[in-house]
């Protein structure tokens, strides 16, 4: 089965900084990727970061290209991060990682079958 986990989540201020991160297991093979989404209240969820788990390829929305980074913990490959630098306060919303076993990385929410339990971000101005 497979658990996503996140963490690192919290509170604030604009132009500060935070990591999340989200641990991976119960892949039955090196052939997934993990996405980043987020969701802020009265808001749907959208996508973003993502990382291949074979070639570490990577996707960004353009809201946050040059502010967010996402990376593997290291050659072990057990958790996901997410950069995350100047902050705005439109950032905030609740964050999930999850899961596409396809492998392909920019899916949508609805090719991810497995998701967190999501971690809170606010950003106060």
């Known amino acids: 089965e497979v658990q996503l986990v996140e963490s690192g989540g919290g509170l604030v201020q604009a132009g500060g900084s935070l990591r999340l991160s989200c641990a991976v297991s119960?892949?039955?093979?090196?052939?997934?990727?993990i996405g980043w989404f987020r969701q802020a209240p009265g808001k749907e969820r959208e996508g973003v970061a993502c990382?291949?788990?074979?070639?570490?390829?990577?996707?960004y929305a353009d809201s946050v290209v040059g502010r967010f980074t996402i990376s593997w913990d290291s050659a072990a490959k057990k958790t996901v991060y997410l950069h995350m630098n100047s902050l705005k306060p439109e950032d905030t919303a609740v964050y999930f990682c999850?899961?596409?076993?396809?492998?392909?990385?920019?899916?949508?929410?609805?090719?991810?079958?497995?998701w967190g339990q999501g971690t809170q971000v606010i950003v106060s101005s």
């Open positions: 999850a899961g596409d076993d396809s492998g392909r990385v920019g899916g949508p929410p609805g090719v991810h079958g497995s």
């Open positions: 119960g892949f039955t093979s090196d052939h997934y990727a």
């Open positions: 990382i291949a788990r074979s070639d570490g390829t990577t996707c």
